[in-house]
């Protein structure tokens, strides 16, 4: 499998519910793109521990700062960079929000509840748009060493929203990556894709292609539709249906082809 090392990207989580914050952690802990580098209920810790830790994303509630709301992100912003990813995950009026704004371009109001998984994913494609996100290929990957096909496909997954916590963004990745190597193998994806993905992997080819399958439903859900139709055309109006994994891996591997014409 490429199996590529990501550098995860660090949050601090400032939110006076303790619930909330250890459930979030949680979450987290279980994902390989992101990590907490602090989290605190006190309202005075959180420029402090922002300065300190740098985090590439803030999850703030803004109403542990009471009347001072605003405040708190005017002097955040003199005291850190501009690209810093925030979640505000309480009610702000009109002009709050554009105050905040204001401060920092990069901000996604998210009222409670959340899903989390989803807005991690969101807060962390936003987060890689404006920081310098390292990869690094696996020096034993068996399919390829073009990394630099690797960073092109992983960009275009971004793209597509596809979230790169589930099994399928990594089997999506290799296939293309393969597909764009061999594209002969598209004529029979079961044995010469799924099958070697999943024994690479420990899993059957039905598990591969499911997984598969699963990340691309999702990217169809989540991805802008004039993103898509610029990808797919024709292979997902609504007399056609959505593009089958063949479909969709080949559309790519194109993408990708056509990058280096």
Request: aromatic residues 8%.
């Given at each position: 499998?490429?199996?590529?090392?990501?550098?995860?990207?660090?949050?601090?989580?400032?939110?006076?519910?303790?619930?909330?914050?250890?459930?979030?952690?949680?979450?987290?802990?279980e994902r390989t793109d992101v990590t907490v580098c602090a989290s605190t209920t006190c309202a005075d810790?959180?420029?402090?521990?922002?300065?300190?830790?740098?985090?590439?994303?803030?999850?703030?509630?803004?109403?542990?700062?009471?009347?001072?709301?605003t405040a708190f992100f005017t002097k955040l912003r003199c005291s850190i960079r501009s690209n810093l990813v925030i979640v505000v995950t309480a009610a702000?009026?009109?002009?709050?929000?554009?105050?905040?704004?204001n401060n920092f371009e990069n901000t996604v109001f998210m009222e409670k509840p959340l899903e989390l998984d989803f807005m991690l994913d969101l807060?962390?494609?936003?987060?890689?748009?404006?920081?310098?996100y390292c990869i690094e290929e696996e020096k034993d990957s068996k399919y390829t060493n073009n990394l630099y096909l690797v960073k092109k496909i992983t960009v275009l997954l971004h793209e597509l929203g596809v979230p790169a916590h589930l099994s399928g963004y990594n089997y999506l990745r290799d296939a293309i990556c393969m597909v764009v190597e061999n594209p002969m193998i598209l004529s029979n994806m079961?044995?010469?894709?799924?099958?070697?993905?999943g024994e690479k992997e420990g899993k059957k080819p039905a598990n591969v292609e499911k997984s598969i399958r699963t990340a691309i439903e999702v990217?169809?859900?989540?991805?802008?539709?004039?993103?898509?139709?610029?990808?797919?055309?024709?292979?997902?109006?609504?007399?056609?249906?959505?593009?089958?994994?063949?479909?969709?891996?080949?559309?790519?591997?194109?993408?990708?082809?056509?990058?280096?014409?």
């Open positions: 499998m490429i199996n590529l090392l990501y550098k995860r990207m660090s949050v601090l989580i400032a939110d006076p519910d303790v619930d909330f914050t250890n459930h979030l952690r949680r979450i987290i802990a810790l959180v420029l402090m521990l922002t300065c300190e830790k740098k985090p590439q994303i803030l999850i703030v509630n803004p109403d542990m700062f009471n009347a001072g709301k702000c009026n009109i002009r709050e929000r554009n105050e905040i704004q807060v962390r494609d936003l987060a890689i748009k404006n920081t310098d079961h044995r010469r894709v799924y099958s070697i993905i990217s169809l859900l989540r991805c802008n539709p004039e993103l898509l139709k610029e990808y797919f055309g024709y292979t997902i109006n609504s007399e056609k249906g959505k593009p089958t994994n063949s479909e969709y891996i080949a559309m790519l591997a194109d993408r990708y082809t056509l990058w280096l014409a």
